[in-house]
């Protein structure tokens, strides 16, 4: 190979692409045929997923589910941002501590959490908010802090904390308009991630007999399989669609000047 | 082995829409050091990667020697290359890294390690065989990468902006190390930067490049005294450009009139070219044309900028110490030291 | 010199140890509290409780119990479908990491980066869905393969036994992998590449001696990351089996559920106390090997 490898859509790739494509969307799609398979009339309609969307449990816990994901991204982003931050701008001694200790969730199998919760918490904290975000909140934290730590080992964190303060912006106008705006990417990785773990957390949530949008399909699969695989088609596509949207909408921040 | 020449004939190169480099033609003698200086994107990078085989010339000829090298794979063109940054393997010792190129030609475990030991004592670093890159400074990784581009003896060096990365100490010392064992060892060497100073201070010839052509290429004196284009003029050292008259072959400046050396392009109306170390500042003598704005105290030489009456900003470089007594609003005269003055057209 | 001191009081100096003043802590007090409480807490009691016996005295028996049958066979298979899973998809997956990372375009790698990540967290009930779907009995590539002239079910296969499982767990362990081996790629600089070949080495003498050395490290952290991915796979596992293969998460839902009526109330603690271990066997070598390796992939 006499030339410099460039960037370029060449044979390897294109066949590493193509096998992965078979290995990935065959199955999604046979079972998306199901799902739009209508038995009774014969042919195919998309009567699953009108079905799927009128149930009205549907809706409810799909915004159970919604509702639990999104305070767990609250969560994750209230607690690591400023906390992050702050890790990075006083070159703690404590950093290689922390940044252990929120790697350790990997190491534990989310079956022997689940045990571990299950004899851990007083009653009347189970099945509420009070505890399971913080404990999707556990399970994403390795993700989570990874990203958010990428995120700001990329910018001139020091430069623009001390810019903005002494301008005078206070703690929480610094890291609301000047840090989050410039950690945007990674700010949008770990809110999608977080989200995406958080809704379609099913062990854990199965484990302690919970009620969300994961178990909920899993029961539905006993009575109605055909309606079972729509809603899982839904939710599996849509997120994807989704975050690949928003992830080919977003610019990429590359930076400059690098051969 | 003994150093070949190094011809690029018609080479040129483009990258999508960009002609990197245009008709591009260059010859290094046996043992010279040519340097190829420009700003970013002038084509001096990639000049020295199609020498490489690192890039492929849309058209033209690399030659080596007599030899076309045109269709040779990078890895069989004999040619040692240090790179700009990181280029050293983190995963193998100094001395491994040294030698790699020695392997890659089967030479026996012995005869690598008597190389490296005698290239490592040449680059200053006879105790360090067994680090590891990010064991290293900055400079230190560039003195390997320089013992391991020359490990194997070859007949061309080359050298993409090697120091760029470094402190501006280490730059001077190295600079001065890459020069003498380039002497020493006789090697034919292209060398690429956007430090003119680099530049100048080290090479037999500096071709000075813009979007992909050579204006000029010359030894350093003729380049810095007689550029021929403005943007050789500007590029290299600081130029002071004067409007003056063009009349019968004189300029006449600061009341003197100076003959003007011969531009076949230029006529009436013209500025004249002169170095900042050519025009004197003297707040004695009674007839003063020009007032100073400031000082620049640079050590031993100050950088006086001044405006003349009408308008003109002209830079003096003199000793600090004939100029001690100026400053901001001090009236002085100013004279051309030359003898005759380059002229370029408004 | 100590009168020097007295009197112009004691330059600053930076401490030689750790030092935890609560007030230097406080930043980090939420993050630190969350995960004590609901994190290192749930853990601890589950270690303690597992040394309990049903009437909360100290006993190993737990333990002895959780080697014996049929937990011992469950172990085993979740060992091996850990280790399997890893291998079939590990090196499939990093030449398909190095193809894209390497060659692909900025949007494709950022795609196929979310595709991952998505793919990654596919298990349970939709994939269950999706294989039957492909290749259950009445699947699609079932009918389309027998055309062909391979009757998948002709042997033993199917999609509940080991070898079922094993195949729908390449399907999350692959995009896993792609994950997890990814950064290496990209952190394999352009100049050693270039450096290499300028030196004389052709592409087998680069990767022999600077690519796969590189690699390796990260390759095996990878490989160990997926064995634990596979190992403590639950939801899957559930959804494709009915209980006919013993597997350690199925077997600590069954005990969970209280389906499963145990002597030992605290048999599924000390079960789940030996997957910790197991798990922090891969886990912990794979984020010692990624920290090292860390040091030549700044970029």
């Known amino acids: 190979m006499a030339t410099a490898m460039k960037r370029r859509l060449d044979a390897p790739l294109i066949i590493t692409l193509f096998v992965l494509s078979l290995f990935v969307f065959a199955p999604m799609i046979s079972a998306f045929e199901y799902s739009v398979r209508t038995p009774l009339k014969g042919g195919y309609g998309w009567d699953q997923y009108t079905w799927a969307l009128k149930e009205e449990e549907f809706l409810h816990y799909l915004l159970r589910s919604g509702w639990l994901a999104a305070v767990t991204v609250l969560i994750t982003l209230l607690v690591l941002v400023p906390t992050l931050t702050w890790l990075h701008l006083s070159q703690s001694k404590v950093r290689p501590l922390i940044d252990g200790l929120?790697?350790?969730?990997?190491?534990?199998?989310?079956?022997?959490?689940?045990?571990?919760?299950?004899?851990s918490f007083p009653e009347v904290m189970q099945n509420t908010v009070f505890e399971l975000p913080f404990l999707y909140f556990i399970?994403?934290?390795?993700?989570?802090?990874?990203?958010?730590?990428?995120?700001?080992?990329a910018i001139p964190l020091k430069t623009l904390t001390e810019a903005a303060r002494s301008a005078g912006a206070n703690w929480f106008w610094t890291i609301n308009s000047i840090i989050i705006p410039v950690i945007r990417g990674a700010v949008m990785a770990t809110v999608a991630l977080t989200f995406a773990l958080s809704l379609g957390e099913y062990t854990l949530t199965v484990l302690l007999h919970w009620d969300t949008f994961p178990t909920w399909i899993t029961y539905v699969a006993q009575d109605n399989i055909l309606g079972a695989i729509a809603i899982s088609m839904m939710s599996l596509i849509i997120p994807f669609l989704i975050l690949t949207g928003i992830t080919l909408v977003i610019p990429e921040r590359s930076a400059k000047g690098r051969k | 082995m003994s150093s070949k020449s190094l011809t690029l004939r018609n080479i040129s190169k483009k990258f999508g829409s960009v002609l990197a480099l245009d008709n591009f033609n260059l010859e290094v003698g046996v043992g010279e050091l040519v340097a190829l200086l420009g700003p970013s994107g002038c084509g001096k990078t990639t000049a020295l990667r199609v020498v490489a085989g690192l890039e492929n010339q849309d058209s033209g000829k690399v030659l080596v020697g007599e030899t076309d090298l045109s269709q040779t794979p990078a890895h069989k063109r004999n040619m040692g290359m240090v790179f700009q940054a990181y280029s050293l393997f983190p995963n193998l010792t100094v001395e491994e890294n040294v030698t790699f190129g020695l392997q890659m030609r089967k030479v026996s475990k012995h005869l690598r390690k008597k190389k490296a030991e005698e290239l490592l004592e040449l680059v200053g670093l006879p105790t360090h065989s067994q680090r590891f890159t990010f064991q290293l400074s900055g400079g230190q990784q560039q003195r390997v990468a320089?013992?391991?581009?020359?490990?194997?003896?070859?007949e061309i060096l080359l050298l993409d902006e090697p120091l760029s990365a470094l402190d501006a100490q280490v730059r001077v010392n190295l600079r001065e190390e890459i020069r003498r064992l380039q002497l020493s060892l006789g090697t034919t060497t292209l060398f690429v930067t956007h430090d003119q100073e680099e530049a100048m201070a080290i090479s037999d010839r500096v071709g000075v490049m813009s979007h992909g052509k050579l204006e000029q290429i010359d030894t350093p004196d003729t380049l810095y005294n007689k550029p021929a284009t403005s943007f050789v003029a500007s590029f290299v050292g600081t130029m002071n450009y004067i409007p003056a008259e063009l009349k019968d072959g004189h300029v006449e400046i600061f009341g003197k009139k100076i003959p003007a050396l011969k531009n076949a392009n230029a006529a009436g109306a013209v500025f004249a070219l002169i170095r900042p170390e050519s025009i004197s500042v003297n707040s004695d003598s009674r007839d003063h044309n020009a007032k100073v704005l400031t000082r620049l105290f640079m050590g031993p030489s100050s950088n006086i900028v001044c405006q003349t009456n009408d308008g003109t900003?002209?830079?003096?470089?003199?000793?600090?110490?004939e100029t001690g007594d100026l400053h901001p609003g001090s009236t002085v005269k100013l004279e051309v030291l030359n003898k005759e003055v380059l002229v370029s057209n408004a | 010199m100590t009168l020097k001191v007295i009197e112009e009081g004691a330059l600053p100096r930076g401490r030689a140890f750790l030092t935890f003043s609560p007030r230097s802590l406080l930043p980090a007090i939420p993050l630190l509290l969350i995960l004590g409480y609901f994190f290192l807490f749930p853990i601890s009691r589950l270690v303690y409780v597992s040394f309990l016996s049903n009437d909360h005295t100290f006993t190993l028996s737990n333990f002895e119990t959780a080697f014996k049958e049929p937990y011992k066979t469950g172990f085993l298979n979740s060992i091996k479908i850990g280790l399997l899973s890893a291998a079939i998809a590990a090196f499939p997956g990093a030449i398909a990491a190095y193809f894209i990372e390497s060659r692909g375009p900025s949007k494709l790698r950022r795609t196929i980066a979310v595709m991952s990540g998505v793919l990654a967290n596919t298990g349970g009930v939709p994939l269950a869905f999706m294989f039957t779907a492909a290749i259950g009995l009445q699947g699609q590539l079932t009918k389309i393969l027998k055309a062909a002239g391979w009757d998948i079910y002709s042997g033993h296969f199917s999609l509940g036994t080991f070898q079922g499982l094993l195949v729908v767990y390449l399907y999350f362990q692959l995009p896993l992998m792609i994950i997890v081996?990814?950064?290496?790629?990209?952190?394999?600089?352009?100049?050693?590449?270039?450096?290499?070949?300028?030196?004389?080495?052709?592409?087998?003498?680069?990767?022999?001696?600077?690519?796969?050395?590189?690699?390796?490290p990260s390759f095996i952290a990878s490989f160990l990351l997926l064995f634990a991915s596979g190992f403590s796979a639950y939801a899957t596992a559930n959804a494709l089996t009915v209980g006919n293969l013993p597997l350690t998460p199925l077997q600590i839902g069954g005990l969970?559920?209280?389906?499963?009526?145990?002597?030992?109330?605290n048999l599924g603690k000390a079960l789940g106390v030996v997957m910790i271990v197991i798990s922090a066997m891969a886990v912990i070598p794979y984020l010692i090997i990624q920290r090292r390796a860390a040091r030549w992939q700044q970029r």
């Open chain 3, 181 to 216: 081996f990814s950064p290496a790629i990209v952190s394999l600089r352009k100049e050693w590449a270039e450096a290499a070949r300028n030196l004389g080495a052709n592409q087998f003498n680069y990767w022999r001696r600077i690519g796969v050395p590189l690699l390796f």
């Open chain 2, 313 to 321: 900003i002209i830079q003096s470089l003199m000793s600090s110490i």
């Open chain 1, 102 to 119: 929120a790697l350790l969730p990997l190491v534990i199998p989310v079956v022997a959490f689940a045990v571990g919760a299950q004899i």
């Open chain 2, 146 to 154: 320089l013992a391991r581009a020359l490990a194997f003896e070859p």
């Open chain 1, 139 to 153: 399970l994403a934290l390795p993700y989570a802090y990874r990203s958010l730590d990428i995120g700001l080992n």
């Open chain 3, 256 to 265: 969970l559920d209280g389906n499963v009526s145990a002597q030992q109330l």
